[in-house]
């Protein structure tokens, strides 16, 4: 078997229907399946979640076999990041500027930095033919592809639909998190993109800013009508090229599906409710 005909799934575990529509997708398009199971430190800030993040291994293990996967990678911290060499010329890779045009890199600095580095390795490591990433980490995706493209790997990139609940709620591990007061409100985060969507398809030339009030007008009613011991704050709301992953200024104008632009439009937010960071995008053809 040549590792060439590996489809590889990056996960952090806390498997969910959406990383297994990964797995399912690449078994059927490449033939042999392949997942890492490893929760990055090199991503998390020191306020983050780093700690408590679930690592529920087991039950992991058991969807991922049920699941048909052929092969699952689970290395420790210290195999990925040897603790025995010199930090001083320990490689990582940055970006140019995704902490400064991205906002979700100005939103959690370094973030992709970590993402980065821990990607690198693992394509290094397993040579898959393809690798596999959900669009619900759409900027993550934007940054992969650059990695990918511009560093010269030898892999395809395949990006999965995000995968819902019933109620749109974006499939996440971090769901869990979730009270069940602030569970009935977080629909709203996939309500408010579905809202700047249509003032999209259907408002003709809108300004960006314009788009964001459609969004944001429906999250501050979802968060007037939520339960009075459930906060709900708004991190960002962006539209930004799907392609660079650089955010458009408030003034700019999109001019809609009906101008044929050929660059897609990223429109992607973050919000969080209590202490829970959930995110979301749509792509605007």
């Known amino acids: 078997m040549s590792p060439r005909s590996v489809g590889l799934v990056p996960t952090m575990g806390a498997l969910h229907q959406g990383h297994l529509s990964l797995m399912r997708q690449a078994k059927e398009e490449v033939g042999i399946s392949a997942a890492t199971v490893f929760v990055n430190p090199k991503q998390f800030a020191a306020h983050e979640d780093l700690g ?5 291994w087991e039950k992991d293990l058991e969807a991922l076999t049920a699941c048909g996967v052929d092969f699952v ?10 603790p025995n060499r010199p930090q001083l010329l320990s490689p990582f890779i940055d970006l140019n500027g995704v902490d400064e045009v991205t906002s979700e890199g100005s939103s959690r600095p370094g973030f992709f ?10 394509l290094n490591i ?6 596999y990433f959900g669009q619900k980490d759409g900027m ?3 940054v992969v592809r650059r990695l990918i493209e511009d560093l010269n790997f030898n892999v395809k990139l395949v990006v999965g639909e995000t995968v819902r609940e019933a109620d749109g709620l974006a499939m996440s591990s971090r769901n869990t998190y979730l009270t069940p007061p602030q569970r009935a409100v977080a629909p709203a985060v996939y309500k408010a993109l579905q809202a700047l969507e249509a003032a999209y398809m259907h408002g003709g ?7 964001k009030q459609a969004a944001t007008s429906v999250l501050q009613s979802a968060t007037a009508a939520a339960a009075s011991n459930v906060t709900v704050e708004l991190d960002y709301l962006s539209l930004a090229s799907a392609v660079s992953g650089q955010d458009y200024d408030e003034e700019a104008v999109l001019q809609g599906p009906a101008a044929g632009t050929d660059e897609p439009t990223l429109a992607s937010i973050a919000v969080r409710v209590g202490t829970t960071r959930l995110i979301d995008n749509l792509v605007l053809q």
């Open 52 to 56: 408590t993040y679930p690592r529920p």
């Open 73 to 82: 990678f689970a290395p420790s911290v210290d195999e990925m990041y040897p």
């Open 113 to 122: 930095r970590g993402v980065s580095t821990v990607v690198a390795k693992l």
């Open 126 to 131: 397993t040579q898959p033919k393809a690798v």
């Open 140 to 142: 993550q995706c934007v």
């Open 205 to 211: 030339e809108r300004s960006v800013g314009a788009l």
